[in-house]
């Protein structure tokens, strides 16, 4: 059995915990979901808890502005790989020097997502020859300007 065949069941308070988590991880207190929830914050804690464990929150990510670091190229390249291969190679390029996301899609040829920061051209090439001897097949290189995130509207409370 796969981990995405352990289906763990979601209250509206675990709903809750995830939807605020989502919206901002650092800034939200177990205490300031208590009070939203009518519960001891003890108990979000060992919810929230409960949901690392069981994988259900898998971690949190930072929010980087990469250009203000001082690399000026955050760059989304799409790869092609073999179905067979595409889960291994996608966590082989996570290893590339300078690569921050890596995503497998699951349909069409552009199958692999590699999200990379340089600092300059050089970089990029460094790690497109990187993937290409992985295996993978470089289709497109797209220059990331900015990134939007929202919380998961499935996990809102009922209104």
Same mark, same amino acid.
């Given at each position: 059995?796969? =981990? *995405?065949?352990?289906?763990?069941? @979601?209250?509206?308070?675990?709903?809750?915990?995830?939807?605020?988590? &989502?919206?901002?991880?650092?800034?939200?207190?177990?205490?300031?979901?208590? /009070?939203?929830?009518?519960?001891?914050?003890?108990?979000?804690?060992?919810?929230?808890?409960?949901?690392?464990? *069981?994988?259900? #929150?898998?971690?949190?990510?930072?929010?980087?502005?990469? %250009?203000?670091?001082?690399?000026?190229?955050?760059? @989304? #390249?799409?790869?092609?790989?073999?179905?067979? %291969?595409? /889960?291994?190679?996608?966590? %082989?390029? @996570? /290893?590339? =020097?300078?690569?921050?996301?890596? &995503? $497998?899609?699951?349909?069409?040829? /552009?199958?692999?997502?590699? $999200?990379?920061?340089?600092?300059?051209?050089?970089?990029?090439?460094?790690?497109? &020859?990187?993937?290409?001897?992985?295996? @993978? &097949?470089?289709?497109?290189?797209? #220059?990331?300007?900015? %990134?939007?995130?929202?919380?998961?509207?499935?996990?809102?409370? $009922?209104?």
């Amino acid at each position: 059995m796969s =981990d *995405r065949d352990d289906i763990v069941e @979601l209250d509206a308070l675990d709903r809750h915990i995830i939807y605020r988590l &989502q919206h901002d991880a650092r800034k939200t207190s177990a205490s300031t979901i208590a /009070e939203e929830m009518d519960v001891a914050a003890s108990t979000v804690r060992n919810r929230i808890n409960r949901l690392e464990e *069981r994988g259900v #929150i898998k971690g949190y990510n930072l929010d980087v502005d990469y %250009e203000r670091a001082g690399f000026q190229l955050h760059t @989304l #390249i799409i790869c092609n790989a073999e179905i067979p %291969e595409r /889960e291994q190679l996608a966590r %082989e390029a @996570l /290893e590339i =020097d300078g690569v921050v996301d890596v &995503q $497998e899609v699951m349909t069409g040829s /552009e199958n692999i997502h590699v $999200e990379v920061v340089g600092s300059d051209g050089d970089d990029l090439s460094r790690i497109g &020859q990187e993937l290409d001897a992985l295996g @993978l &097949q470089v289709v497109d290189e797209d #220059i990331i300007r900015n %990134e939007y995130v929202h919380p998961y509207e499935g996990f809102a409370p $009922e209104k």
